[in-house]
Every structure is written in C-alpha cells, then in structure tokens.
C-alpha cells in the first residue's frame, strides 16, 4: 500500500480509525507487561492516538513513528503541547515532554533505534498493512528492538471476504507465522465487537473479532 493512500486520508480528514478515547483494552493489558518506568515505547503508525499520552503518564519514553506530517501536528496542537522540531535520517523529530514521534516511514528507522525501544504497541499498525507487507512489517521492527523488549499487539479477526481492508483482518494463524522468528505472540483476550462497529456492519461484516496478544522476545 503506498504511502499516498495514508497521506491523502489525512488530507481529507477520513481518519474514523482514530479513536477520541484511550483504548480500554491498552488500560487493562498493558500494566501486565510490569515494564519499568522510563522504558521507551515505540508506537508505530502512530496517528494522533490518545494512547502515546496515556502511555507518556504511565512514565514510559514514548516514541511514535508516523508518515503523515497533518497527523503529527495535529496530536501536539490538539493536545496543547508545544513540541521541538529537529531533523535527522529518520525524518523530522517531534518532541514534547515524554512523548518524541518521527514524521517520517518506519522502515527506514534502523536498529540504532529501534534497539532502544523496550517496549511496544501496536493497535493500528499491523491491521493497516495488506497482506503482502505484514511479514516484512513484523521481521523489521520487532526483529530490531531491544532482546528483552515485550509489547501488546491488538488485531480484528473478520471474514476478510465480507469487506475490503484496510482495516485489515489478521488472523491468528497469520500473527503466529510472521512473528515466529524473533517473537512470543500470546493471546490474552479475544471478545466479538461486532455490535459495537456499526460501520462493519454497514459493509456486510457478519462477525468481527478484536485479539489482543502479549508480545515478548523469543529466549
């Protein structure tokens, strides 16, 4: 998928993919992971969520990655913060308080960086990609961040001939195989959010899953 697709759908303001509320599901999992304060944890695709804010007030480094120039912008004036801008390899450095995002493609971010990151979290990054680019996804991230890194990853499961992604379903067959590699991916909750997604049901989705996993480097 080209990065113009992304771009363009934050110039014409179709983002209903962002969430205007902190994702329940991160609350509840993510102090199951007992990372230590000052833990950096990367975002990747960040958007403008609310999540890099919540994980910022946990005392973690966060560390966003995200193409759109429109979005990053937009969650610092949004969010009344003030941010310092510099530029390096990786693209332009937003930075306030704890929260840094990299405006720029996160296959360019290197291990020099990515090796940093002992934490991770993924809501809408995997489900965002076709199939054809999730396996190199997986493998240039998580193959990067620190050997001790451990992370939440949340996916849909839906039958993907019911409606065109993005977002995209991933199952679990899918995450097992792409992270096998480098990764543990354990699923620690699975629940039917279909009558809570009006516009699935819209396109014809006649069962939608939300999966959350427990991702830890592989010993």
């Not at 097992?176 to 809570?196: G, V, W």
Request: hydrophobic fraction near 40%; charge should be negative.
């Amino acid at each position: 998928m080209e990065a113009e697709f992304w771009l363009a759908r934050w110039r014409d303001g179709r983002t209903h993919f962002h969430q205007t509320r902190v994702t329940p599901l991160l609350q509840k999992y993510w102090p199951t992971l007992a990372l230590p304060p000052g833990s950096r944890v990367l975002v990747p695709l960040a958007g403008k969520s609310l999540d890099m804010l919540w994980l910022a007030e946990q005392g973690h480094r966060v560390l966003g990655a995200e193409l759109s120039q429109l979005a990053v912008e937009q969650f610092f004036s949004e969010n009344n913060l003030q941010p310092e801008i510099s530029e390096s390899t990786y693209g332009s450095h937003y930075t306030a308080g704890n929260v840094e995002i990299i405006c720029g493609d996160i296959f360019k971010l290197d291990r020099a960086i990515l090796s940093t990151c002992s934490g991770a979290y993924d809501r809408a990054a995997l489900v965002a990609l076709p199939a054809a680019m999730r396996a190199q996804y997986a493998q240039h991230v998580y193959g990067q961040l620190a050997d001790d890194y451990r992370g939440i990853l949340i996916t849909l499961d839906y039958p993907q001939a019911q409606m065109d992604g993005p977002p995209f379903s991933v199952q679990d067959a899918e995450v097992q195989a792409i992270y096998a590699t480098h990764s543990e991916a354990t699923i620690i909750d699975r629940r039917d959010i279909l009558a809570k997604e009006p516009k699935f049901l819209e396109r014809g989705v006649q069962q939608l899953d939300t999966v959350v996993y427990k991702l830890q480097r592989k010993r």
